[in-house]
Structures are given as structure tokens and as C-alpha cells.
């Protein structure tokens, strides 16, 4: 696809039915699928543009016959897309963009159903009514407002230059990234054009397309070795373009289907970096995959358990986050869990672990906020300073901050913002307390928790804790940059 031509015309072909009665999966006359909504057909009908309610059906060839979706370019997207199960069953172009005769006789993009609105899921939930509804279950389906706003009103820190919008809007990541356009090269108003779309055409963080190619099959293949046209590989070991201190142009396009976003985004625990960088965790809060495979925390100098089976089950994420193709990406320990475990064995060690790690991570924070007290006065004074400015404190000189006080930070934070606590990778989450530990030490000798902090204390109420510090850090962040 030509680097610019984004705004450009995406496939579009057959769905044979002059009225308007959906014909979605090979024409067979409506959606199909578990529970979805009566009104499903209306609210992709509503995705059409005005201009072509009155264009009827003209099936598969009709969109090849003039030459543009059949082999004029490299696209070629006929020639792609009959080599699919969509075009086995049936399911031409027009089942996803809407009848075509007004475009093939004059093409444009108000007469055809393209971006941005052609990336909704409703499009794909005439057929995969089940996944559908599993989607919207997730947290995929929803938006995060602020770093698209953001882009909107600053493209060249949060588009060009951070990729904030790269894995917070499925349209940026399926239109631009996906589509192979020159980000840098892309003006203001471009950028802006995709922000707004997002916002108020398709609010989603992922939709199905964002990770299924819906022209085409292609080299990666589901964890059980399906072809199911992902994007990018369900399994991938190689943790250099996600390593410490890459930029987000490389980490945002790792090749993984999950880990592209759900990594910490250059997480860097060199010391050099924990000094220049004290704003504010230098880890994303989406570091699952770094915790996974063991990669971004302060580890100190002796031997690590970098990972476990975890790191290297076929699929990864989807071992147990999809099971049966589950699109909620919720874990169930019957199926998420098997063969390796039966569902009472991975609840038992899943309580366990997550009881440990919450424990020892509720007693790190009271030391951290022990060593604050004796030393400023004040224990939120190991914060990172835009959490500490967010509270509406002033932080102290951070020359005055220890840097075992930053690496105990790092570490406290590079746990937290997994959000695992302890299932992705427990040894690995387990070393980075201790190494934590190591270093108050150094700074601070009273392992002690703050007197009565810790009397009567249950793990729901060192729960909510933990959260509270992630949800005030990643507020504060926001809060900064804008």
C-alpha cells in the first residue's frame, strides 16, 4: 500500500440483496451467533454512508471487473481474499462493505463503507455473533479518551512521537500501522482525522480487525495451529524490540499479537535511566509481556529465574487468556489452565501466589513510606515526583533520592503495573521484591513495617491499597502531560 494513501479505498464487493434485508454470512439472511442484539442489522446498516442507501448488490467480480481491487496494485485484494475461509463460505465483499454499485460507478469514499467506520465490529458480528458478544464483554471494546484527545491536541507528542494512539485506538493501529503508513511523515490534521474518528466513530482500543486481516491469510497461526488471519504471531521469544530503552516506534511494533501492546514500552532499569527519568515509572502500565519473560526490573547481581512454562506454552497469552477462542480474554482455570493443571490445582496456586506477592509488596511500600517519613518528614516523599505534584506536594530535589530508594521504586512499580501479581511469571516477580528489599537495606536498616500499619490487615484491604498507588501514578502521568 502506497505510504500516504490511507485515506484511500479499502476493498469492497458482494453481499446480493437489493432490499434491506441483511445477507450477511453467505447470503444465508441475517446475523448469526449467540445472543446478539435484535437491532444488530439496523446498527450495521446505520455504518453505510448516505450515499450508498440506495446502491444494490453486484457481487464478487463486480469489484474486480474495473480493474481496482482485482490485481491493479500491489493490494491485489480479490486475489487475497479468495484464498480465504470467507471466501470458502461465502462471505464476499459486500457482507462487510455494503452493496457496491454506486462505488463501482463512481468510486469514492462517501459511497462506499470504509474507514474508519468499516473497522467497527458490527461489521464482523453479522457472522461471529458468539465472539461478538464475548468482545464486548472485554476491555477491547472500550476507550481510553485521554491519549486520543491528546493526540488531538498535541499529534506530533502522542501520534508521531510517543504512539500513544498506536495501542490505544484499534482504528490508528488497523488504518496507520497496519496499513504501513510513514507515521512521521504524517501533517497535524491527519493525524487529527484519525483521533477524532476514533473518538466518535469507533471508540474501541482493539476490534477484531485491529488483529485479523480480513482480506487475507496469512503466515501466523493460532495456538492450536489454526489459520485464523492474525496479524502478527501468537508466540514469539525474541524480547530485543521490546528490550530497555527502545523507542515506541519499535516496541508499539513488535511481532505479537499481544505483546505489541501489552509490554512496558522500553521499561529500563539501568540506573542511568532511573536518574534522568523521575517523573513517573519508566514502564508502561501494560508490562505483562516484560513480566512474562522476565525482562525490565532491577535484578541485582546473582542468579535469576528469568521465566517459567508460562514463557514458552504454544500461544502464550492465549493459552490462557483465549481459551476456545474466547474473545472476553478473561481466565478460566478449567479451560485456561489445562492440561497443565486441573481448575482446583490453578486456583489454589493462583491464591497463594497472588497472596505472597500482595503481601510483600504491601510490606516494600510501608518500608519505602518508612524511609520517606524519617527522612522528609512525609512518606510519600519515594514517590516519583509527578505523583507526589499530583497530591499537591512539592517533591523533594531527587539528587536527595537514594538510588537504591529509585530501584526499590522501579521494582515496586514494574510488579504493580502488571497487575498479575504473581501468575504471568512468580519468580521472576519474587526476585524484584527481594532485589527491592536488598536495596532499602542499604538506605534504610528497619525492615519493620510503619507501627499499627499492618495490624488486622487483610488482602483485600492491601489490594486496594496497591491499586490506589497504580491508579494515582497513572493519573498523575496523564495529569502531567496535559
Known amino acids: 500500500m502506497k505510504a500516504r494513501h490511507f485515506f484511500g479505498i479499502i476493498a469492497a464487493a458482494p453481499f446480493l440483496a437489493s432490499l434491506w434485508a441483511l445477507q450477511s454470512c453467505a447470503g444465508q439472511g441475517g446475523p448469526l451467533g449467540g445472543g446478539i442484539d ?69 468510486p469514492a469514499e462517501d459511497n462506499i463503507l470504509t474507514f474508519p467506520k468499516i473497522t467497527s465490529a458490527v461489521v464482523c458480528a453479522q457472522c461471529h455473533g458468539k465472539v461478538y458478544d464475548e468482545w464486548r464483554l472485554s476491555q477491547h471494546s472500550k476507550l481510553i479518551t485521554s491519549p486520543i484527545m491528546s493526540a488531538v491536541q498535541n499529534p506530533s507528542t502522542y501520534a508521531r512521537n510517543s504512539r500513544c494512539v498506536s495501542c490505544h485506538s484499534g482504528l490508528w493501529r488497523t488504518q496507520i500501522d497496519e496499513g504501513g503508513v510513514d507515521v512521521p511523515s504524517m501533517s497535524n490534521a491527519e493525524v487529527q482525522v484519525i483521533a477524532n474518528n476514533t473518538l466518535n466513530d469507533v471508540p474501541h482500543t482493539a476490534s477484531c480487525v485491529t488483529c485479523h486481516d480480513p482480506h487475507s491469510n496469512t503466515e501466523f497461526l493460532s495456538d492450536d495451529a489454526k489459520q ?40 529500563n532499569p539501568a540506573d542511568s535511566a532511573l536518574t534522568s527519568g523521575t517523573a513517573r515509572p519508566n514502564m508502561h502500565d501494560s508490562n505483562q509481556f516484560n513480566m512474562l519473560m522476565g ?68 510490606a516494600l511500600r510501608n518500608r519505602m513510606n518508612s524511609w520517606a517519613l524519617a527522612t522528609f518528614g512525609d512518606e510519600d516523599m519515594w514517590e516519583y515526583t509527578a505523583t507526589i505534584t499530583g497530591e499537591g506536594k512539592t517533591p523533594p530535589n531527587q539528587t536527595l533520592v537514594p538510588i537504591q530508594v529509585k530501584r526499590a521504586r522501579h521494582n515496586y512499580y514494574f510488579v504493580l503495573r502488571d497487575k498479575c501479581f504473581g501468575p504471568h511469571n512468580f519468580p521472576y516477580a519474587d526476585h524484584l521484591i527481594r532485589i527491592a528489599n536488598e536495596n532499602m537495606d542499604e538506605v534504610f536498616a528497619s525492615s519493620a513495617s510503619m507501627p499499627g500499619r499492618d495490624a488486622g490487615m487483610t488482602y483485600e484491604r492491601k489490594m486496594a491499597i496497591l491499586l490506589s498507588d497504580l491508579e494515582r501514578t497513572k493519573r498523575a502521568g496523564w495529569s502531567e502531560d496535559e
Not at 44 to 64: E, H, S
Not at 245 to 260: L, S, Y
Not at 328 to 349: E, I
Open 228 to 267: 485464523v488471519q492474525l496479524r502478527h504471531a501468537v508466540f514469539n521469544t525474541d524480547t530485543t524490540d521490546i528490550g530497555p530503552g527502545m523507542p515506541a516506534a519499535t516496541v508499539t511494533r513488535f511481532n505479537h499479537i499481544c505483546a505489541q501492546c501489552h509490554n512496558g514500552r522500553g521499561a
Open 38 to 106: 435484535p437491532g444488530l442489522s439496523a446498527a450495521f446498516l446505520a455504518l453505510l454512508p448516505a450515499a450508498q442507501k440506495d446502491a444494490a448488490y453486484i457481487g464478487a467480480t463486480g469489484c474486480t471487473d474495473n480493474g481496482c481491487h482485482g490485481g491493479r496494485d500491489e493490494e491485489v485484494v480479490y486475489h487475497q481474499w479468495i484464498d480465504t475461509k470467507h471466501a470458502s463460505v461465502g462471505t464476499t465483499c459486500e457482507s462487510c462493505h455494503g452493496p457496491g454499485s454506486v462505488h463501482r460507478d463512481g
Open 295 to 362: 525482562i525490565g526490573g532491577v535484578e541485582g547481581s546473582g542468579p535469576v529465574i528469568r521465566n517459567t512454562a508460562h514463557a514458552n506454552i504454544p500461544g502464550q497469552c492465549s493459552k490462557c487468556h483465549m481459551p476456545d477462542s474466547r474473545h472476553s480474554f478473561t481466565v478460566s482455570f478449567d479451560k485456561g489452565c489445562n492440561p497443565c493443571h486441573t481448575a482446583a490445582d490453578a486456583a489454589a496456586r493462583t491464591s497463594v501466589v497472588k497472596q505472597e506477592i500482595v503481601d510483600k509488596l504491601y
